[in-house]
């Protein structure tokens, strides 16, 4: 079945640029500069996705839409003023380390507005019923972001910034948030912590980023407690990992929460060959999460359901994944087929690897309080 999928999408989010790097690091001292001299989360991952729909021609099966940058009203909301003025005079000075791994550029202000604003748009999209679900192609990233600290690339909270947007613009209730980046969605979980309103599932390499950080044992607090869910993934663990966790966490603790609208940040960094990630999954791993969270939607949400780009940096292999998942969401299959994807099937984690993982899985979820779910969807 084909469906109403906007995609939300701007040029000027490519323009963002954080000087010269080699990956992550600032090039200067030991470290030379690579011949690109590009930052990891550079634009390119974005731009090739971008040009894998246009020549695939699943663009013009799309809504093609941008949006204003985000406002003042909706910033402050999720962000304090003195962060959006410090942010705003070293973006005007020319850039500069903001935080921990989150440096930016002349007019990374400006530009991280207009990517929270694409979320926003998207959100306002589904919620009016102008689209049945939307992709946002939002850089910068957002999940990392905390209310008065950028980090992980992330300068603001993209996610969390919408979501509060759409409570005052249309008076949703619950919101949940899948975060499959492989790294922990930080940002998101720090500003729902104590809050019941906002589910946040987070499925991430353990220990990967922050660097140490599991979090299984963090659950919430005060009236959250109990709607933040961390499920540490062991490196390496494959397509097998991820749908037993959606099987086993994530669709039960949808169907607990019954929301009204589900936001995926989705991160691309959990492939087999990304540089900054050691899990393994292929295409048709987003393909299956993506349809396991559509029909969640079409369950509890009315199909309200948001994707919202995250992390990713292989620029070879992330215009496949995502190409993947705008696929799912619009039921409309292009003629790509995925070059890697048998390739990465055979690096999969062999049986002893699986089980030992699918264990550690059913005692989270017993720790969660979760019941096996109806099946939604196949794991493929």
């Known amino acids: 079945m084909t469906r109403r999928t906007a995609f939300f999408f701007d040029e000027l989010c490519l323009w963002h640029a954080a000087g010269p790097h080699a990956l992550t690091l600032p090039v200067g001292g030991w470290v030379q500069p690579p011949a690109a001299a590009g930052h990891a989360e550079s634009p390119e991952t974005k731009r090739r996705l971008k040009s894998l729909l246009d020549v695939s021609g699943l663009t013009a099966r799309l809504q093609l839409r941008s949006a204003p940058p985000a406002s003042d009203e909706d910033l402050l909301r999720v962000h304090p003023a003195h962060y959006l003025e410090r942010f705003k005079a070293l973006s005007d000075a020319g850039g500069g380390s903001l935080g921990q791994d989150a440096p930016i550029g002349p007019g990374s202000y400006e530009i991280a507005r207009l990517s929270a604003g694409l979320t926003i748009a998207a959100l306002d999209a589904v919620l009016a019923g102008e689209a049945d679900n939307a992709y946002s192609l939002s850089r910068p990233p957002g999940h990392h972001c905390l209310p008065d600290q950028a980090m992980g690339f992330c300068f603001f909270a993209n996610i969390a910034v919408a979501i509060e947007a759409a409570k005052a613009r249309h008076g949703i209730e619950r919101v949940a948030v899948l975060d499959w980046d492989v790294h922990h969605g930080n940002g998101t979980q720090a500003i729902y912590y104590r809050r019941d309103d906002v589910l ?20 919430g607090e005060d009236r959250g407690r109990g709607f933040n869910l961390n499920v540490p993934l062991l490196p390496g663990g494959g397509h097998d990992a991820y749908m037993q966790a959606m099987q086993r966490i994530v669709l039960p603790a949808l169907e607990r929460f019954r929301p009204q609208l589900i936001v995926v940040a989705s991160g691309f960094d959990a ?73 990465i099937e055979l690096q999969q984690p062999n049986a002893a690897f699986r089980d030992f993982q699918r264990q550690r899985l059913e005692e989270l979820a017993a720790q969660f309080g979760l019941c096996p779910a109806q099946p939604l969807q196949a794991a493929r």
């Open 200 to 219: 946040s599932i987070s499925l991430h390499q353990d220990g990967c980023f922050p660097p140490g950080y599991s979090g299984a044992e963090d659950i």
């Open 271 to 343: 492939n087999a060959v990304d540089p900054l990630a050691r899990m393994q999954l292929h295409s048709d791993s987003f393909r299956a999460m993506t349809a396991m969270v559509r029909d969640a939607a079409e369950r509890h949400a009315g199909g309200r359901l948001v994707v919202v780009h995250e992390g990713g940096y292989s620029e070879a292999y992330v215009p496949f994944c995502g190409l993947a998942v705008i696929e799912e969401l619009s039921g409309v299959r292009s003629a790509v087929r995925d070059p890697l994807r048998d390739f």
